[in-house]
């Protein structure tokens, strides 16, 4: 019972650095999200999906890129990493008719220095 | 005005007792509610559904009342275990996809 899983969980980048988080979910949701969680501010929308092959804008985008190329996985890219995108990010899967139910992953700690 | 706010907290309350939260919600269309729970360093989960009738689960109650725009989070009988951060979900008005928004969250600290 794997749910959301989320790679790599913890991960320092010096600023300018690139890499890629990946999440993988195997309750075959048609959505998947990808959230930033800063201290004050609360989950914030990066970027979602709600099928293979589409993608759209959330509330914070900028410096973020994201693919799902197979309806299971959902990665999120970093092409040149700031200090300011220091966080926690977690992804999340639901099912098209519920999509306020969500199952998160555990999260993926990220530095930027 | 923000679409959802919640009192950050936090609420220190002993073992045993009664506490609440609300949270308020600016789009007066919107149509469902939820409340998650987040244990430190964790990922948020589901604790529950809002209803319009108000509904409970063992010791939790959540109410909605749409005229004022919040919904409310009642704990019975507080554990230690209830620690953690509650935020509230609300699910915009039907009709394409809109985004979920979540409350920043309540941090509740039950003490021995």
């Known amino acids: 019972n794997a749910g959301v899983t989320q790679t790599p969980k913890f991960r320092v980048l010096k600023t300018g650095q690139s890499m890629t988080l990946l999440c993988a979910q195997d309750m075959n949701h048609e959505y998947m999200y990808w959230y930033r969680q800063d201290p004050g501010m609360g989950l914030r929308l990066i970027h979602y999906?709600?099928?293979?092959?589409?993608?759209a804008k959330g509330e914070v985008p900028d410096g973020y890129n994201v693919s799902r190329l197979k309806k299971q996985n959902f990665l999120l890219g970093l092409e040149s990493a700031a200090p300011s995108q220091t966080s926690v990010y977690f992804c999340?899967?639901?099912?098209?008719?519920?999509?306020?139910?969500?199952?998160f992953g555990a999260g993926t700690r990220l530095s930027v220095l | 005005r923000k679409e959802v706010e919640q009192d950050p907290g936090p609420f220190n309350v002993p073992e045993g007792a009664t506490v609440a939260f609300n949270c308020t919600y600016s789009n007066s269309a919107s149509q469902s509610f939820f409340w998650y729970r987040q244990d430190c360093r964790k990922e948020p989960k589901l604790l529950m559904s809002?209803?319009?009738s108000g509904n409970e689960d063992g010791r939790f109650t959540a109410q909605l009342n749409r005229a004022s725009q919040y919904i409310s989070l009642l704990i019975r009988d507080s554990k230690l275990s209830d620690s953690a951060t509650y935020l509230c979900v609300v699910n915009p008005p039907a009709g394409g996809y809109q985004k979920v928004t979540f409350g920043t969250g309540t941090k509740l600290q039950v003490i021995p």
């Open positions: 999906s709600v099928g293979e092959g589409t993608t």
């Open positions: 809002v209803y319009s």
């Open positions: 999340a899967s639901s099912y098209v008719r519920a999509k306020n139910i969500q199952y």
